[in-house]
C-alpha cells in the first residue's frame, strides 16, 4: 500500500511508554503528528526526539499531539528516554510506540512486505526508510508527508511552520507561498472570484493574473 496525502491514515493498535493505544481513538478530535525512527540509541534520532521534547508545548498550542515510533520494544524505549535526556537536556513526555513485529512501519509503507517480522537483528541500515512524519488531520486524514535519510536530523521548526499553513488554509480558502512565515501575506485561491476576494478579505494585490496575494487572515 502507498500511502499518500489526503489518504485515510491507517489506523492500528500498539503498545507504547504510556500502554496500549488505538491510534484514532488516540488522536481524537485534533491532529496529530506521527514521527519514525529505525532504532532506538542511534544519533541522529537520540537528537530529534529531544528536540520534539521541547517543542511539544508549541504543538499542543496548535492543538496537535505528538507521537513517536521506533521499531525497538516498549522496553528498551525507557532506557533511550535517559539517553535523550542527558544529550539535549529534555525529558520525552509524549508517548513512544514500540513496534518490535514491525507492523506499524509496513502499514505505513515504510518498510517492505518482506522485511520481516521482528526488529531483531535488524540495523538501523536496514530500517532506513523509517524516517517518515506524518501530520495527520482531525478527519484522520494525512495532510503531509516528509521522509529524511538517516544522516540529516527533521527539522521540527519546519514542521510546526507547516502545520500553520495547513490549519490556516483548512480555515480560509487561501494558500501559502514558498517560505511563507505567520503574518506573511497569502495566496488568494482560483476558487475565489475577485469580488468575493475582496468581500473576504478587504484588498489584495494582482501579481499575476493567476497569482493574487492579500493579508494573513485571522486564524
Given at each position: 500500500?502507498?500511502?499518500?496525502?489526503?489518504?485515510?491514515?491507517?489506523?492500528?493498535?500498539?503498545?507504547?511508554?504510556?500502554?496500549?493505544?488505538?491510534?484514532?481513538?488516540?488522536?481524537?478530535?485534533?491532529?496529530?503528528?506521527?514521527?519514525?525512527?529505525?532504532?532506538?540509541?542511534?544519533?541522529?534520532?537520540?537528537?530529534?526526539?529531544?528536540?520534539?521534547?521541547g517543542l511539544e508545548g508549541e504543538f499542543r498550542r496548535r492543538g496537535v499531539k505528538i507521537i513517536g515510533i521506533s521499531v525497538d520494544p516498549v522496553e528498551s524505549h525507557g532506557k533511550?528516554?535517559?539517553?535523550?535526556?542527558?544529550?539535549?537536556?529534555?525529558?520525552?513526555?509524549?508517548?513512544?510506540?514500540?513496534?518490535?513485529?514491525?507492523?506499524?512501519?509496513?502499514?505505513?509503507?515504510?518498510?517492505?512486505?518482506?522485511?520481516?517480522?521482528?526488529?531483531?537483528?535488524?540495523?538501523?541500515?536496514?530500517?532506513?526508510?523509517?524516517?517518515?512524519?506524518?501530520?495527520?488531520?482531525?478527519?484522520?486524514?494525512?495532510?503531509?508527508?516528509?521522509?529524511?535519510?538517516?544522516?540529516?536530523?527533521?527539522?521540527?521548526?519546519?514542521?510546526?511552520?507547516?502545520?500553520?499553513?495547513?490549519?490556516?488554509?483548512?480555515?480560509?480558502?487561501?494558500?501559502?507561498?514558498?517560505n511563507w512565515q505567520q503574518g506573511d501575506d497569502v495566496i488568494i485561491t482560483a476558487a475565489v472570484s475577485n469580488e468575493d476576494a475582496i468581500a473576504r478579505f478587504g484588498s489584495f494585490?494582482?501579481?499575476?493574473?493567476?497569482?493574487?496575494?492579500?493579508?494573513?487572515?485571522?486564524?
Amino acid at each position: 500500500m502507498t500511502l499518500r496525502i489526503n489518504d485515510l491514515a491507517p489506523d492500528f493498535t500498539a503498545e507504547t511508554t504510556q500502554g496500549t493505544i488505538h491510534f484514532h481513538d488516540w488522536i481524537g478530535s485534533g491532529w496529530a503528528v506521527l514521527f519514525s525512527h529505525p532504532k532506538n540509541f542511534t544519533p541522529v534520532c537520540t537528537t530529534e526526539l529531544g528536540a520534539m521534547a521541547g517543542l511539544e508545548g508549541e504543538f499542543r498550542r496548535r492543538g496537535v499531539k505528538i507521537i513517536g515510533i521506533s521499531v525497538d520494544p516498549v522496553e528498551s524505549h525507557g532506557k533511550w528516554k535517559d539517553d535523550i535526556r542527558t544529550a539535549t537536556g529534555y525529558d520525552v513526555d509524549y508517548p513512544l510506540i514500540g513496534d518490535r513485529d514491525l507492523n506499524v512501519a509496513k502499514l505505513y509503507d515504510m518498510l517492505p512486505a518482506e522485511a520481516g517480522s521482528s526488529s531483531d537483528g535488524r540495523s538501523p541500515a536496514d530500517n532506513a526508510t523509517v524516517r517518515s512524519v506524518y501530520v495527520i488531520g482531525p478527519d484522520k486524514k494525512i495532510k503531509l508527508i516528509l521522509t529524511y535519510p538517516m544522516t540529516t536530523g527533521r527539522n521540527f521548526n519546519e514542521i510546526l511552520r507547516a502545520i500553520d499553513s495547513i490549519q490556516l488554509t483548512a480555515k480560509h480558502q487561501v494558500a501559502t507561498p514558498a517560505n511563507w512565515q505567520q503574518g506573511d501575506d497569502v495566496i488568494i485561491t482560483a476558487a475565489v472570484s475577485n469580488e468575493d476576494a475582496i468581500a473576504r478579505f478587504g484588498s489584495f494585490d494582482t501579481v499575476l493574473p493567476y497569482l493574487r496575494k492579500t493579508k494573513q487572515p485571522a486564524a
